[in-house]
């Protein structure tokens, strides 16, 4: 006998996320043209009937590696965790901060730090952000930068 899951509360401010998204990858340090735009598309759905969140997103068409991100939450610390996964088959584990307004995603491993920090519009129907790396931790530079914007 299977019993339904509830919706994680812990996960309730996420909700603000749920939906299709246009994605647009810019300023980024390793393509060949540094100033040309990467198009893609993001969708953040409720998995397991809520228990987790899931991001799709990428493009194979412009060149990025497609990734799957799976958000949970530590209910007695509200630190969210995200396991990453993408085209190329890299697999990363990274920590998530979110405030309803300020989107960040960083990880700490030798040699490759790396950080998110993206800010929704006032109407919550945007977001614009940037990656950051580090091979130390100290020491940070551009990546490249991330735009959401909703679509559903």
Do not use: C
Not at 28 to 43: N, V
């Amino acid at each position: 006998m299977t019993q339904d899951i509830q919706q994680n509360p812990a996960l309730k401010d996420l909700a603000v996320l749920v939906g299709d998204w246009d994605m647009e990858l810019s300023n980024a340090s390793f393509l060949p043209d540094s100033s040309a735009t990467l198009p893609g598309r993001a969708s953040f759905e409720w998995l397991e009937q809520g228990a987790f969140v899931i991001l799709r997103q990428g493009s194979e068409q412009s060149g990025a590696p497609s990734s799957k991100w799976i958000i949970g939450r530590d209910d007695s610390t509200g630190t969210y965790k995200l396991l990453y996964f993408d085209s190329r088959g890299v697999s990363r584990i990274y920590t998530m901060s979110f405030d309803g307004r300020v989107w960040k995603k960083w990880r700490e491993a030798s040699g490759f730090h790396q950080r998110f920090t993206g800010t929704f519009s006032d109407d919550g129907n945007r977001i614009t952000g940037s990656w950051e790396m580090s091979s130390d931790g100290t020491n940070w530079e551009h990546d490249f930068d991330l735009t959401y914007t909703r679509v559903g």
